[in-house]
């Protein structure tokens, strides 16, 4: 099995499948996830080769974009690993990391959730996009998108969201800070990553306290 040509065809595949995806989950989404995938896992024992297929493959179809459907990103995956002849218990493992690596996944009973390494780098990757100076930006785009306000102070911050409703749900772009960005660096499985997650972290929260100002047309 030639790895690097695997993870050569792979990088190939996304590129072409996410080409007019929104650009919040496009395919720089992808690269940044796997390269700080790549970094994080130089400090864990791990399969770098399942972790970087994992993080190539982990908003293959990103659910919000397909009314919500979480199958289909786990079809279209393994039926491109499958056509690679890779071996089936890594299939099952990348597999298993697309199904498990969502936010929305926090609100499940945690005791019945897959868990790996490999799943918490790539999943430690992914929120790590989501926060800092390109979690804001991202944050915009996919509000953008969706047509949701910036801000209203009347509209409060839901904390207890069912997944039936983070999923369904629409909210103002600074609440979603409140219901999901300031929570990350909270979720953050790996030394390396929690570590990554301070700065990120400390950079929302400087734009928050300058938005805000700015908000009331205070200096």
């Known amino acids: 099995m030639n790895k690097e040509l695997i993870i050569?065809?792979?990088?190939?595949?996304?590129k072409e499948t996410l080409n007019n995806s929104s650009s919040s989950h496009d395919?720089?989404?992808?690269?940044?996830?796997?390269?700080?995938?790549?970094?994080?896992?130089?400090?864990?024992?791990?399969?770098?080769f399942i972790v970087e297929l994992g993080a190539l493959f982990h908003d293959?179809?990103?659910?919000?974009?397909?009314?919500?459907?979480?199958?289909?990103?786990?079809?279209?995956?393994?039926?491109?690993?499958?056509?690679?002849?890779?071996?089936?218990n890594i299939i099952d493992h990348v597999i298993k990391i697309?199904?498990?690596?969502?936010?929305?996944?926090?609100?499940n009973d945690s005791q019945n959730q897959f868990k790996s390494i490999e799943l918490d780098i790539?999943?430690?990757?992914?929120?790590?996009?989501?926060?800092?100076?390109?979690?804001?930006?991202?944050?915009?785009?996919?509000?953008?998108?969706?047509?949701?306000p910036i801000h209203d102070p009347n509209i409060k911050p839901n904390l207890n969201k069912t997944k039936d409703e983070y999923k369904h749900a629409d909210c103002t772009t600074i609440n979603h800070f409140y219901e999901k960005l300031l929570l990350l660096k909270d979720k953050i499985n790996t030394k390396t990553g929690k570590i990554m997650a301070e700065h990120r972290h400390r950079i929302m929260e400087?734009?928050?306290?300058?938005?805000?100002?700015?908000?009331?047309?205070?200096?």
């Open 206 to 219: 400087e734009y928050l306290e300058e938005f805000y100002k700015e908000w009331e047309g205070r200096f």
């Open 98 to 107: 697309i199904e498990n690596i969502s936010f929305k996944n926090t609100f």
């Open 27 to 48: 395919w720089w989404h992808i690269y940044r996830v796997w390269n700080l995938a790549k970094q994080i896992s130089q400090n864990e024992n791990s399969d770098l």
């Open 122 to 148: 790539v999943q430690d990757a992914d929120r790590l996009d989501g926060m800092g100076a390109i979690g804001i930006a991202r944050t915009f785009t996919f509000s953008g998108y969706k047509g949701n």
């Open 60 to 88: 293959i179809a990103e659910a919000k974009f397909y009314n919500g459907d979480e199958t289909i990103g786990p079809i279209k995956a393994k039926e491109f690993l499958t056509s690679l002849n890779i071996e089936n």
């Open 8 to 14: 050569e065809k792979s990088i190939n595949y996304v």
